[in-house]
């Protein structure tokens, strides 16, 4: 007996949605919603630590300019640098993963949706710990490294230094769970069908940085934890007069730290493998290539973080193994990119924006490719490290892989998140103006580097001739910034505006693309079942389910497949909506509070709340009951 | 693009309930852990490594840290009865088992606060990189064991201890899991240590 639709709609809505009160707004699980909230998020840390650039090049338009004290220039590139790489950068991606990979893959929810919630009240939390540091006029001041000795107690006094330490252990904390969860999610709740060959390609890369942060977080926790100790509590781990070593943050740090460039770098790629194919009206060429090498980049990744250390003296040995690895891990990229090449090469591309801003990442991430491999050459190094060579590469890499592929993936995925399109002629508009403006702003970075110019210097004197092109660079931020803010003008015109999406407006291949635009809040109605690698351009209906087998409407559950051939073993109950994960946040918040100023009473009042809650949080509780 | 005629049946597994995703979400809390503990004694090497005087200035008295070993290896085995017994259905072992873990627990760390006492005399965290590393370690580990009762006394105040529909997890298995991974650690921290420095000398 095939029951209603409107019936079906009526038990899941009431089964899924969260109450709209204040109390609902709080505790809701829903990982659409954490998903937008993750992406508004971290676009307002975008927002922020682009102003913060906007000041850097205020500052070095001019030489020997004085619009900033060197004193705030140093908080300013550092907040700068940390706001990007740590609370925009992998933030922003784990917002898309959030919402849409339950999507990809036809489950109702996230695998545990409340430690999702948790990840995101976390890491709101820490950036706001991070962001009250200026408040108090101690911002962190050392670069976003922070190389000891100049961040121990006796050269950095202030709390600048202890802002940092807490506010990343704060967000490893965050970032671990987030992983944790989308490892299961993506082994565990795919579509029945969805084997893992047949899974997008921003399941591999989401998956290998999964895995990569569960591993290479602990790093930076210890140096981190270290840190902390040294400068609050009088050990000596990098003291060098009482056996301690400064080397020793150097290699803790870069052991998390080149993981962590892949971590904000690969899923970027996965969306791109997504949208490029859509475009070029195509399946993508070497799927298992770019699967392969996108899981090679992530396990290769751990082999190379020594070469961010080339100048601080090592055997020619070690220098030579880790110059190897470096040179091995662009092989993978450019896999990548020759996929992508071939997969337009043979399709028919349509360049609209979503397509604008994928090309234009394939270029500007070809010469940050370019500029990077030459300083895995060790000569090269010498004579490059710590000048804006290297500043030019790591933002052509980190804007060019990044941020360009968020800005198509805004394109393409926002009309499923609002349901209306946003305007094509301010999207290509604002895709031009992005364009010139980092070519402008980021290229003759490199000459600069070339000349001599070296990386978080506070002012140059005017006979180094360096002036003209400081101040190109600076005009081309501000092109850049336009190009941004014509995007953001499009989003706010759009929810008024904008043409109503539709569940596929771009026909593409992917489930997410079958619901409703915005989806339900239970996804789709009936869970899905995948054949093919591209579900929608196939002939094949997975909605035909004519026992009503798959509509899963007996209680909050999903469908739990196995990890490899995604064949359905089981149902998965899925928790109510809480408070509990903001209420720990708020009680880890204090903690961290607490041992900033080393109020060590109200730490540990903290900590047993957090335990109180956490037994709260995992306590059997009544299901929720839906009348037939 | 492949053409699919007819919409392949899948059976579908209503009424089997879920109970592995609190065991993944805990496998992966260990991985991360452990990697933790592996950068902890990438440290110790290390700082060993670039010191100039001789590493461990003293080396640390065995005794005590061989007679917590083996409360420790001995809970993990009580522990792991008491999982047979709640599978097997003996509620009332299982909690007796559960039980007697914690105490051996709670014995091990009184047993440390006597060790630290001893070893704070001639050694403190502020005295050199080593007292640093060498307490940072243990004490790390202590402060997961304090967690591990913690869950272990959670476990038993549930209604349910196994296999549960709500919440669909198998919580002494998992609680268990975890156990057994902190004793592994104790037992690298006398290898590595306790013993090495005792031989090497």
């Known amino acids: 007996m095939r029951k209603d639709h409107a019936a079906i709609r009526r038990r899941l809505l009431a089964l899924w949605e969260r109450p709209h009160t204040l109390w609902g707004w709080f505790a809701t699980v829903d990982h659409k919603e954490i998903g937008l909230r993750y992406l508004a998020t971290a676009f307002a840390f975008l927002i922020v630590g682009g102003l913060e650039a906007l000041a850097i090049r205020i500052q070095l338009a001019r030489p020997e300019a004085a619009v900033l004290t060197p004193e705030q220039y140093d908080q300013i590139f550092t907040m700068h640098g940390v706001t990007m790489i740590f609370w925009y950068a992998s933030p922003i991606l784990s917002g898309f993963a959030n919402y849409l990979i339950p999507l990809f893959s036809g489950a109702r929810d996230m695998a545990y949706p409340r430690l999702n919630a948790f990840t995101y009240w976390t890491f709101l939390a820490s950036g706001l710990f991070l962001y009250a540091s200026p408040f108090v006029g101690q911002a962190p001041h050392a670069g976003w490294f922070a190389y000891v000795p100049y961040t121990l107690k ?103 730290g080149h993981p962590w460039v892949y971590i904000i770098f690969l899923p970027a790629t996965g969306m791109i493998s997504m949208i490029i194919p859509v475009f070029a009206r195509r399946p993508i060429v070497g799927y298992t290539w770019v699967a392969f090498s996108t899981v090679l980049t992530g396990v290769v990744g751990f082999g190379v973080w020594v070469h961010h250390m080339f100048a601080t003296g090592m055997t020619q040995m070690a220098m030579s193994f880790f110059s190897a690895a470096s040179m091995t891990i662009s092989i993978f990229s450019a896999v990548q990119v020759l996929a992508w090449v071939a997969t337009i090469w043979q399709g028919r591309p349509v360049l609209k924006t979503p397509m604008l801003f994928a090309l234009g990442f394939l270029l500007v991430f070809v010469i940050g490719g370019l500029n990077g491999i030459v300083t895995a050459a060790i000569p090269f190094d010498w004579q490059l490290t710590d000048t804006y060579f290297v500043v030019s590469h790591l933002h052509y890499v980190l804007v060019g892989a990044n941020m360009l592929p968020v800005f198509a993936a805004f394109y393409y995925w926002l009309p499923k998140m609002t349901g209306r399109m946003l305007d094509e002629r301010l999207g290509q508009w604002s895709f031009w103006l992005i364009f010139i403006g980092l070519n402008v702003t980021f290229f003759p970075m490199q000459i600069l580097g070339l000349l001599g110019m070296p990386r978080r210097i506070y002012t140059y004197p005017a006979v180094t001739g360096w002036g003209s092109l400081n101040m190109l660079e600076t005009v081309g931020a501000f092109v850049l910034t336009a190009g941004i803010l014509l995007s953001i003008i499009n989003f706010f015109r759009s929810m008024r505006y904008g043409v109503p999406a539709g569940p596929n407006p771009w026909n593409a291949d992917t489930m997410e693309w079958e619901t409703e635009s915005p989806p339900a809040v239970y996804g789709s109605e009936r869970v899905p079942v995948v054949a093919t690698r591209h579900p929608l351009w196939d002939d094949f209906d997975e909605e035909f389910d004519p026992d009503d087998d798959r509509v899963f409407d007996e209680g909050r559950v999903t469908v739990v497949t196995s990890p490899l051939d995604a064949v359905p073993i089981s149902i998965a109950k899925m928790p109510d909506d809480t408070l509990m994960p903001f209420l720990m946040a708020i009680a880890m918040t204090v903690l961290f509070t607490a041992l900033l100023v080393k109020s060590m009473g109200i730490a540990l009042a903290a900590v047993l709340a957090c335990l109180i809650i956490a037994g709260a949080w995992l306590w059997p509780e009544a299901e929720r009951q839906v009348p037939a | 693009m492949t053409t699919i005629a007819e919409g392949a049946r899948v059976a579908m597994p209503h009424g089997v309930i879920d109970d592995r995703r609190g065991t993944w979400a805990m496998a992966m809390f260990i991985a991360t852990e452990a990697s933790l503990f592996v950068m902890l004694f990438f440290t110790y090497y290390y700082l060993r490594h670039v010191s100039r005087g001789p590493w461990p200035p003293e080396p640390p008295k065995m005794r005590l840290a061989l007679i917590m070993l083996v409360v420790l290896l001995a809970s993990s085995v009580v522990l792991h009865a008491g999982e047979r017994a709640e599978k097997e259905g003996r509620k009332g072992t299982a909690r007796l088992l559960v039980g007697a873990t914690i105490l051996m627990g709670v014995g091990f760390l009184v047993l440390q606060a006597v060790e630290y006492r001893n070893h704070l005399k001639t050694l403190l965290p502020t005295t050199d990189a080593y007292g640093s590393i060498f307490y940072t370690i243990t004490s790390f580990h202590g402060a997961h064991l304090v967690l591990g009762v913690l869950m272990l006394v959670y476990v038993l105040a549930l209604p349910e201890m196994g296999p549960n529909t709500k919440p669909p997890h198998r919580s002494l298995h998992n609680v268990s899991l975890y156990w057994h991974f902190v004793d592994f650690v104790w037992l690298l921290i006398v290898g590595l240590l306790y013993l090495a420095p005792n031989i090497t000398r």
């Open chain 1, 154 to 256: 006796e050269y950095s006094p202030g709390l600048n230094m202890d802002f940092f330490a807490l506010a990343l252990l704060f967000l490893t904390i965050s970032t671990t769970a987030g992983a944790i969860n989308f490892v299961t999610t993506i082994m565990r709740l795919r579509s029945p069908g969805m084997a893992i060959s047949r899974m997008p390609l921003f399941f591999y890369s989401t998956f290998t940085i999964s895995a990569s942060i569960i591993l290479s977080l602990p790093p930076l926790t210890a140096a981190l934890v270290f840190l902390e100790l040294d400068r609050q509590w009088g050990t000596h781990f990098y003291d060098t007069a009482r056996g301690g070593s400064v080397m020793l943050w150097q290699q803790l740090f870069w052991f998390f």
